[in-house]
């Protein structure tokens, strides 16, 4: 069938092109239509369902509401788990489906189920499900800023204008606001001034939503025309027609104003019993930009939508929004998911186009015939675009949605060597068999009947190698959970290509054969590099062939080394035990024999005591391009404190040079999709482009040197002691770079900081002045000035600039910035008469060229370029200009002054650790320590002088000789400092430079991604490697139970940051009803209820309209009665029922009295309640109706499957659980465990199906054998690699080596071709002696070395580059690059060298019987 | 490799070629030949077996020639250890460096791992001025406050007859029962009327307080009589009074020692004291019983005084040195300081300064630059900002004003710091040595688990010693039967006695008690 096809393809060669040329504008428009984001979906498949319920404790939540929905949403159909968790105010239900679930039919049942459920729940509360985005949807995040407006202005805006504007863009799922002040009115009720004209708070907020309406009084027939009737009794509507700007005032005192009828029927005023006021409503999140506090709103992109193209318009609509804003007012992106998707995709788009490229060169100075290079080129883009068609078909057909993504990207990068294979041989052979006909003559004519056979021969196997590769990617597709989320696109788009190189290799090659393989061919002897290549191979395997001990020892060698890093001592034991043997016995003298076994030993010890064993580790997260500061604190933690704490952070995350933007975020937004507590900070640090970062850093090496060298002047000059020995003074100077090191950071930081502070209060200025020029430039351009303006006339419009320029300028220039100046200017330039005022001179003229390129712009749908995108662009890039300038400068006084401050600091620390000759050198030091240790001067309380404490700062003497010590240091350093930028990794992380500079007591620091993060807040499971999920019914015996493992877990060597989630710790006011008390004093539970709810929570009367805003009125008591638990205390409540209080028998004045105060209407709340402080759960979770806590922790220095298993033992023997409660151990561990036990099941079914695939194709066990030799060596050769490079074992470099795996195979079956035919070729085995038979095997093992010099160089010098890919993405992109590099260059040497060996052997062997049944 | 199928074919070959040589040699050479495969698998098999002895002898020999490698040079910094100084186990640090006080090289240990606090600390952490400033804490010094109680209750005028007068106006206030230790005869009360808004409030006294609380209002009745009756009051007029009464006078304040006496030259104006141990207070420079640690001097403020007493019997005091304890049978009293309070003053701690967990609350003070240590504190009612002190703390500690809450919220954090949260209670390390049983038979009655209890809090070497001596010399008491018994050094002998009471007798008398 194969041969058919070839056949097929190369007689209707035109249709076969023809077919190419479509498929690629297919790819193409695929490509286009694809949805492109950064990193796949990871969260699982969820439904929420979220339930507000304003005031309510954890514990009523919980069981009041959530418990019941979650019962009761258990069973249906898909649903894994149903996990919640009750908070303070809300509930959250994740109710976890099978991934196979369609995402809107979960929904919609869950929905139907909710309608069910409703009746449970408490009256007024309605639970309602999330919005239809997935957690990787948060594309976009925006502050609205403003000078001059407060923050409950901004907020109003943020809420009734830009939200919801936003939220109508095409693919928004949800726009949610976050931060701010909400406004509303409130009204804070004297209930003394209340009491004393026995009103109660229920009838002032009855009166105060009486005062809110308006009616409708049908219709007014005058004169034959018909006038509506309209009452208007909206608070604010004064009588006098509407005036927006004063509003709220008239709301306040129109809200004064309402009449409250007290109990003698007399009206009073509500102003007698209440204070009106506007306040902020009560918050439960803060939004921070740069250190100020802003309020500002979070896109989440609807299910399945394109982020590239959702955030495109979502910039347009905020561009549209501006113009409506109030002056002053603007929507800053501080979030956007395109830089980060665009340079994903350049990533690899740059390894792919590196990979062309090298193929190409590689093909050119191997076959010297370029027009062949073209057919081998041609397919390598095709496949890729194939890929896509296959993915976008899928899609359309709804059978799979693979999205484009970094991981499907990577999967095309990583196969490109295979993809470039299959032609690679098909081409080669064509030339092969055309020069074995032509010549060195010109082939011409019609070669199609001499391609034919050639293509026929190799079409068959290259077929099948690369079904095999297919074959082999199988277990990726087998993983599940997150690794399956993960692997799987890269999976699909890898599989997708294969399919389409093998289709490709048997039909477009053979066609594009025929056409291109054109004039005077080259032999193979004819390129340089290939005949050194064979001059050196042929008489090497000619020796191997005889004697191949020294290949089995090499092989050996490599195998011992590359089984030491896998760690398991039997295997590497056992490898060393083959190799030994099989060196040793192979050995012809015993000298040799005896060499062979002592090197391959000392290669052993060495390999076993010398190399530390690889661990394994759980994927590393992709790169984002910006870390997340996520600390937590106690839940107790106030929103005061949680803003206080978020503002003083941010500024000091402001202070790294490096750091271009940081927005925080205390609290929740206000979506179902961020349950994020007031503990807890998420703070997204934008760090500048990389160009833009200060060389600011002194590498380690170099530290140390200093060090050491100042170590020794400090000695030979008799400053310090001599340390005791050489040992204790490198030990010194380790411990001094240590210290000085981070001291030395802090300094250099502080001043490039203070430079780049400059630069941007320098930029605005500098920026007016050029868009400002540039905009004259353009103008004159197109003819609309009269005469070119003077330098003055030119002054005249930057001042009229100037006045408009805003610091904004300096962060990043917006269009719309851009266009106010440009328009302000122009507008003086009217004034001077240089434009007429007529017409609109920014209208461009385009010449046909511009024209053009606009209108395909406009068919991809980019909207058109105006004169404003255009200076816009050119500002931009000025700002770049600016900017890049600015760091050039700022690198040499940065290596002038970080030559002094290192000498100094580490003098410092040197002296102080050593003992000083001089009594004065400690003391000058200890002085200078002293001042410092002082924590900055404060005002203590009125008895200590502040100003005379600040004339005391003491100063103190340099000392001479240290100063100029100091200065000869500095200046022999500065010969030879070098200062580097820092990295990314240096900067975020654990112990990075941001959480060393972020201590705060307190506060525990996290740092993470912000997709990673929100997968992880909306992942119920546990984030860390291992946790101990804790199950039980009662809430005391879970955390009772869940601590005590902690603390046992703690002690299991390599447990790290071991944590029980504090469920506990919030700070609760409890308010107890003493019910035999409410009975005595006749007061009923619900009048104490109604008490605590509108007293501390306040009550919704009513909302107000004004225009398109709305805004609550809340009823509550005045500050002084809810301040704290005494104040709590002498709430008053009402008395309902009046109660004769008589003694018995005596009736005495007293008595009488105390009944008279009894039937007071009044008593105090602690005389029918206890009231008191209390500790409480801060968050309650459960799954499936039991409640649940985790205890996490990750694992340093310990295989954690290993490190479980002690865990569990040392739990199970020393903790006796309550009963009800039950253990489980989960985490990223068990997926981990999970897919090495998948891939362990898996791979070896593959292996042996490939097997059988080859025995079924070539009828013969020893050959299937031979063509799976590549296997063991490749493995070998890729943990040798991958420990060299420093990789663990991670899902991800698994995946590699199943690449790696595949293609190692397909090479070994290309070899045995060859081999194979050689021998047919030279006549078949029948008439064969071991001379010819030797003779075969060289002829074929060299023919095979051309193309495999080819595949060889192309897939190692295309998988090279991702070695060193520095971009997002990068980090999955290496190590599964360096298995397969690694496994390739050893599974070749397998191949090249021993497979002959071995086929020769397996020949000859059969040859045996031959002959000696012909001796006989 | 799986070439051994074809292997005996190798060595097989060359022997048809060499048949020529004496037949013995040439057997030989056939078996050592064919053999030579059995050889090699054995050889392979001894050198696997024998891996892990060769593996040592490697790095013996490695370690001989190129010497020890620093050990863990590289990555001593993790964020889970942290460094602290075994000296002063306060001093705890993220880096390598030296302690500040005693300049000896910190100690790396494990986070997580509890220190052993002082009495009366639950918590203590030490931070660099670095993360002071970053978390905003401010402290401020405690000191003495003029605390008043506020009262404000609503009552009724009436017109009466007193001893004195006739007829006098009297307010009939209603005192909740909460309130009656803050109101006695006498006190000033301001009374005002929302009928009479913006005058100025007549001034009245407490007359006298009902002695009985009304059993369903928990109130009492006090009659105020107004001082400047005029017109403007009339019977049946509901006013508001206002009685304010110095905290001073209220128990538990006003039992405290206040007006301190004047310093006599023979009062002592210094005294050592053991950092860690508060009970531990010396007149003369020496180290502390407990950990050997020299006594620190501090000079007494204005307020305090050195008083004697029995730790036994606490109502046994003196004024001077020299004096027994009758009731002990001839106990020194011990020194102490005590605290005298300005007259009408009372110490006071800032609102904010105080952490309510509900179940106790607490103040971190700074006891050296950056070092707080939390301390349990009772306090009375909050008088406007402040709380009036009832024990816990002491004049002139500075204590966090503000950043309070990020400072407890690093003890919850970090559960290392602090002692009382989490479980890690004190004395939990020494007690779980293992050489529990090595004593005699346990006790069976209660004051003999008591005693077990006692001497399980000291060390293992201590213990032993204890259980030989089992008696103290002075009293003849069982050791332990006093709380865990202290170790005193007399004439080069360790000798355990029931209490810190028998040291003074001890030391003054070796001879007369030792000789036993």
Redesign the interface.
Same mark, same amino acid.
């Given at each position: 069938m194969i041969e058919r096809t070839i056949e097929f393809s190369i007689r209707n060669r035109s249709l076969v092109i023809a077919a190419g040329m479509a498929l690629a504008v297919w790819g193409a428009y695929a490509v286009h239509h694809t949805p492109m984001d950064a990193i796949p979906n990871l969260s699982e498949n969820q439904v929420i369902v979220f339930t507000d319920w304003m005031g309510h404790s954890p514990r009523e939540i919980e069981d009041q509401i959530t418990y019941p929905l979650s019962i009761n949403l258990q069973g249906l159909a898909g649903v894994k788990v149903v996990r919640s968790s009750s908070d303070f105010n809300f509930s959250m239900i994740n109710v976890i489906l099978d991934d196979s679930v369609d995402f809107y039919f979960a929904r919609q049942q869950v929905s139907e189920r909710l309608t069910r459920v409703s009746g449970f729940l408490p009256p007024g509360v309605t639970p309602y499900l999330g919005p239809d985005g997935v957690a990787t949807g948060q594309i976009f995040w925006y502050t609205v800023e403003g000078k001059g407006l407060d923050l409950g202005r901004l907020r109003a805006i943020q809420d009734w204008y830009v939200r919801h504007q936003l939220a109508s863009v095409p693919g928004v799922a949800e726009v949610a606001s976050v931060g701010g002040h909400a406004i509303e009115y409130q009204l804070d009720i004297d209930p003394r001034r209340l009491a004393a004209h026995g009103l109660t708070a229920g009838a002032v907020v009855e009166a105060v939503a009486r005062a809110n309406a308006a009616v409708g009084g049908h219709v007014v027939e005058k004169s034959n025309a018909e006038y509506i009737v309209r009452g208007v009794g909206w608070l604010g509507a004064s009588a006098d027609g509407d005036d927006i700007s004063k509003r709220s005032n008239r709301i306040v005192r129109d809200l004064e104003q309402i009449i409250l009828t007290a109990q003698g029927g007399e009206a009073i005023p509500l102003a007698d019993v209440a204070h009106v006021s506007l306040g902020a409503q009560f918050r439960r999140g803060v939004l921070e930009h740069d250190g100020n506090e802003v309020t500002g709103g979070v896109v989440l992109m609807r299910h399945g939508e394109n982020p590239l193209e959702v955030t495109r318009r979502l910039r347009e609509k905020i561009h549209e929004l501006s113009a409506g804003l109030p002056p002053g007012v603007r929507i800053v992106p501080v979030y956007d998911r395109t830089p980060l998707i665009t340079s994903a995709v350049a990533t690899v788009t740059g390894t792919l186009v590196e990979a062309i490229v090298t193929a190409t060169v590689c093909v050119v100075l191997v076959l010297l015939h370029f027009r062949a290079s073209l057919v081998i080129a041609v397919t390598l883009p095709l496949a890729t675009l194939s890929s896509f068609v296959a993915m976008w078909t899928l899609r359309h057909l709804g059978i799979a949605d693979v999205q484009t993504n970094i991981m499907s990207l990577a999967g095309i990068a990583v196969s490109i060597g295979v993809l470039v294979d299959s032609s690679i041989v098909m081409t080669e052979n064509a030339l092969h068999t055309l020069h074995g006909h032509f010549g060195d003559q010109p082939v011409r004519g019609d070669v199609r009947s001499l391609i034919l056979p050639a293509c026929r021969t190799v079409g068959r196997p290259i077929f099948f190698s690369v079904l095999i590769m297919l074959i082999s990617f199988l277990p990726v597709f087998a993983l599940g959970g997150i690794e399956g989320k993960m692997f799987r696109p890269l999976a699909f788009t890898k599989s997708f290509a294969l399919v389409a190189v093998a289709v490709l290799a048997i039909t477009l090659v053979p066609a594009l054969c025929t056409l291109f393989i054109r004039g005077r061919l080259r032999g193979e002897r004819d390129s340089w590099l290939v005949r050194g290549v064979i001059d050196v191979y042929r008489p090497v395997l000619d020796y191997l062939l005889e004697r191949p001990a020294p290949l089995v020892w090499f092989l050996g060698v490599t195998w011992v080394v590359g089984l030491a890093p896998l760690g398991w001592r039997w295997i590497f034991l056992a490898g060393l035990g083959a190799a030994l043997v099989a060196a040793g016995s192979l050995t012809r003298t015993w000298l040799g024999c005896c060499a062979v076994i002592v090197s391959l030993v000392l290669v052993g010890l060495i390999a076993d005591r010398h190399i530390k064993p690889l661990v394994w580790q759980s994927s590393t997260p992709l790169d984002e391009g910006m870390v997340m500061d996520m600390p937590i604190t106690v839940p107790r933690a106030s929103i005061t404190q949680s803003a206080d704490d978020l503002k003083a952070r941010d500024m000091v995350l402001c202070r790294f040079p490096e750091v271009d933007m940081v927005v925080g975020k205390a609290g929740r937004a206000e979506t179902p999709t961020d349950p994020a507590p007031l503990d807890m900070i998420e703070t997204m640090v934008n760090f500048r482009p990389h160009e833009l970062w200060p060389k600011r850093k002194l590498r380690l090496r170099d530290a140390q040197r200093q060090t050491a060298a100042i170590l020794a002047t400090l000695v030979e000059d008799g400053v310090v002691e001599p340390p005791a020995n050489a040992a204790t003074g490198a030990e010194l100077v380790h411990e001094v770079v240590a210290e000085s090191l981070p001291r030395f950071d802090g300094i250099m930081r502080e001043v490039a900081y203070q430079r780049n502070a400059d630069l941007e209060g320098d930029l605005p200025n500098r920026l007016t002045e050029f868009t400002v020029q540039r905009m004259v430039r353009m103008l004159q351009r197109q003819g609309v000035l009269r005469r070119e303006p003077s330098s003055g006339e030119l002054a005249l419009c930057m001042r009229a600039a100037f006045a408009h320029a805003n610091h904004h300028l300096a962060m990043s220039p917006a269009l719309e910035d851009v266009e106010r100046l440009a328009r302000h200017a122009s507008h003086e330039l009217m004034k001077l008469e240089f434009i007429a005022t007529g017409g609109d001179p920014f209208e461009i003229q385009d010449g046909w060229f511009e024209q053009s390129l606009g209108f395909v712009a406009a068919l991809l749908g980019r909207p058109p370029a105006t004169f404003f995108t255009r200076l816009h662009a050119d500002v931009v890039a000025e700002h770049r200009v600016l900017w890049r300038k600015h760091i050039g400068k700022l690198n040499t006084e940065l290596i002038e002054r970080g030559c002094d401050a290192f000498t100094r600091v580490t003098i410092e620390e040197l002296i102080a650790r050593m003992t000083a000759c001089d009594p004065q050198t400690t003391e000058y030091l200890a002085g200078i320590r002293r001042l410092r240790a002082q924590p900055p001067k404060k005002r203590h309380s009125a008895h200590v002088h502040t100003h005379r404490r600040t004339a005391l700062v003491p100063t103190i003497a340099v000392q001479p000789r240290i100063k100029a010590l100091q200065e000869r240091l500095a200046g022999e350093f500065r010969r030879w400092a070098l200062l580097v930028p820092s990295e990314t990794v240096e900067l975020a992380g654990f112990e990075g430079e941001l959480d060393r500079a972020l201590k705060m007591p307190g506060w525990t620091n996290v740092w993470t991604m912000p997709i990673q993060n929100r997968v992880d807040m909306l992942a119920t499971g546990v984030n860390t490697a291992v946790g101990v999920r804790v199950l039980g019914r009662d809430l005391d015996d879970v955390v009772r139970a869940s601590e005590e493992i902690a603390a046992v877990v703690k002690q299991v060597a390599g447990a790290a940051d071991v944590v029980a989630d504090p469920i506990r710790g919030k700070g609760y006011l409890e308010i107890r009803v003493d019910r035999e008390r409410c009975w005595l004093a006749g007061v009923s539970v619900g009048d104490v209820n109604d008490v605590i709810e509108t007293a501390l929570g306040g009550r919704l009367a009513t909302s107000t309209v004004e225009g398109r805003e709305r805004h609550p009125v809340r009823v509550r008591y005045a500050r002084n009665w809810r301040e704290d638990e005494e104040s709590v205390k002498e709430l008053p409540v009402p008395v309902s029922g009046m109660r004769e209080v008589r003694s018995e028998g005596q009736e005495t004045e007293d008595a009488q009295r105390f009944a008279l105060r009894a039937s007071r209407s009044y008593v105090r709340l602690a005389d029918v309640a206890s009231v008191r402080i209390a500790e409480g759960p801060a968050t309650i979770k459960s799954e499936n109706g039991l409640l649940r806590n985790y205890v996490r922790l990750n694992v340093r220095g310990r295989g954690t499957l290993e490190f479980v298993d002690a865990a569990r033992r040392a739990v199970t023997e020393q903790i006796t659980l309550p009963e009800g409660v039950y253990l489980e151990w989960t985490g990223q561990f068990e997926h981990d465990a999970r897919a090495a036990r998948t891939l362990l099941v898996v791979f070896p079914l593959v292996l042996g199906l490939i097997f059988l695939i080859l025995y079924w194709t070539y009828h013969d066990l020893a050959d299937a054998f031979l063509m799976m030799l590549a296997v063991p060596g490749a493995l070998a050769g890729g943990v040798f690699f991958q420990w060299l490079l420093g990789y663990n074992f991670t899902v991800t470099v698994l995946v590699g080596y199943i690449a790696c795996f595949g293609m190692a195979t397909a090479t070994g079956i290309i070899m045995l071709v060859y081999l194979r035919e050689a021998v047919a070729k030279a006549g078949g085995l029948e008439q064969m002696t071991p001379a010819r038979l030797r003779q075969a095997v060289l002829d074929g093992a060299v023919h095979r070395l051309r193309p495999k010099l080819l595949t060889e160089a192309t897939t190692i010098l295309g998988l090279a580059p991702m070695l060193w890919a520095t971009g997002t993405g990068s980090e999955v992109i290496r190590p599964m690059a360096a298995p397969v590099l690694g496994g390739i260059l050893v599974a070749d040497e397998v191949i090249d060298l021993l497979l002959p060996v071995l086929f020769y052997w397996v020949r000859r062997s059969r040859l045996t019987p031959h002959h000696s049944s012909l001796d006989s | 490799? !799986?070439?051994?199928t074809?292997?005996n074919e190798?060595?097989s070959r060359p022997a048809p070629t060499n048949r020529g040589s004496g037949s013995l040699a040439w057997g030989l050479r056939i078996v050592v030949v064919r053999l *030579?495969?059995l050889i &090699? @698998?054995l &050889?392979? @098999?001894g050198?696997?077996s024998q891996?892990n002895s $060769? !593996?040592n002898r490697?790095?013996w020999l &490695?370690n001989s020639v190129m010497g020890p490698g620093?050990e863990g +040079?590289g990555n !001593?910094?993790?964020?889970?250890t942290e460094y602290f100084c075994p000296m002063d186990p306060g001093v705890v640090s993220?880096?390598?460096? #030296?302690c500040?006080i005693c300049n000896m090289a910190l100690v790396r240990r494990r986070k997580?791992e509890a220190v052993q606090l002082p009495d009366g600390i639950v918590a203590r952490?030490q $931070?660099?001025?670095? *993360?002071?400033? $970053?978390?905003?804490?401010?402290t401020?010094?405690l000191?003495y406050r003029p605390l008043a109680r506020e009262i404000v209750t609503e009552g009724v005028v009436e017109r009466r007859a007193t001893a004195d007068q006739p007829a006098v106006l009297v307010v009939e206030v209603?005192i909740?029962e909460r309130e009656i230790p803050f109101v006695s005869l006498g006190q000033a009360a301001e009374l005002t009327s929302?009928a009479f808004a913006g005058r100025e409030p007549w001034k009245g006294v407490v007359d006298s307080v #009902?002695p009985?609380v009304?059993p369903?209002?928990? !109130?009492t &009745?006090a009659y105020v009589v107004v001082e400047a009756a005029n017109d403007e009051l009339w019977p049946g007029m509901r006013v508001r009074a206002r009685l304010q009464s110095a905290i001073a006078e209220i128990e538990p304040f006003s039992s405290q020692p206040s007006d301190p006496p004047p310093v006599s030259s023979a009062d002592p104006r210094r005294v050592f004291i053991c950092p860690d141990h508060p009970q531990v207070l010396e007149l003369k420079a020496g180290r502390c019983p407990h950990d050997k640690n020299v006594l620190e001097q501090i000079s007494l403020a204005d307020h305090q005084r050195i008083g004697w007493w029995c730790p036994m019997h606490p109502s046994v005091t003196a004024g001077e040195t020299g004096h027994e304890c009758d009731e002990c049978g001839g106990m020194k009293l011990l020194a102490r300081v005590v605290n005298y309070r300005p007259r009408g003053e009372v110490l006071a701690v800032p609102e904010t300064a105080l952490i309510?967990?509900?179940?106790r609350k607490l103040v971190y003070v700074e006891s050296m630059?950056?070092m707080f240590d939390g301390v349990e504190v009772e306090v009375g +009612? *909050?008088c406007g900002e402040f709380f009036p002190v009832i024990r816990g703390l002491e004049a002139g500690q500075r204590v966090a004003t503000n950043?309070a809450? @990020?400072?407890? +919220?690093?003890t919850? @954090?970090n559960p290392s710091l602090a002692a009382a949260y989490?479980?890690a209670a004190r004395g939990s390390i020494s007690g779980s040595g293992p050489a529990d049983t090595s004593g005699p038979a346990p006790p069976t009655d209660d004051a003999a688990e008591e005693i077990r209890e006692a001497l399980a809090e000291l060390s293992p070497v201590d213990r032993a010693a204890a259980l030989r001596q089992k008696i103290c010399p002075v009293t003849g008491l069982a050791l332990g039967s006093m709380g865990p018994p202290p170790r005193v050094v007399v004439n080069g002998k360790t000798v355990f006695i029931c209490c810190e009471g028998c040291a003074a007798a001890l030391k003054e008398n070796p001879t007369k008690y030792l000789k036993q």
């Open positions: - | 490799m !799986t070439p051994t074809n292997d190798i060595p *030579r495969f &090699v @698998l &050889v392979a @098999l050198i696997i891996w $060769l !593996t490697w790095d &490695v620093p +040079a !001593t910094i993790s964020s889970d993220d880096w390598p460096t #030296k500040s997580g952490m $931070l660099s001025p670095y *993360r002071i400033q $970053l978390a905003g804490i401010r401020s010094p000191g209603e909740h929302e #009902k009985e009304s369903v209002r928990h !109130t &009745v309510d967990t509900g179940e630059p950056g +009612a *909050r950043g809450f @990020l400072i407890d +919220a690093e919850r @954090l989490f479980g």
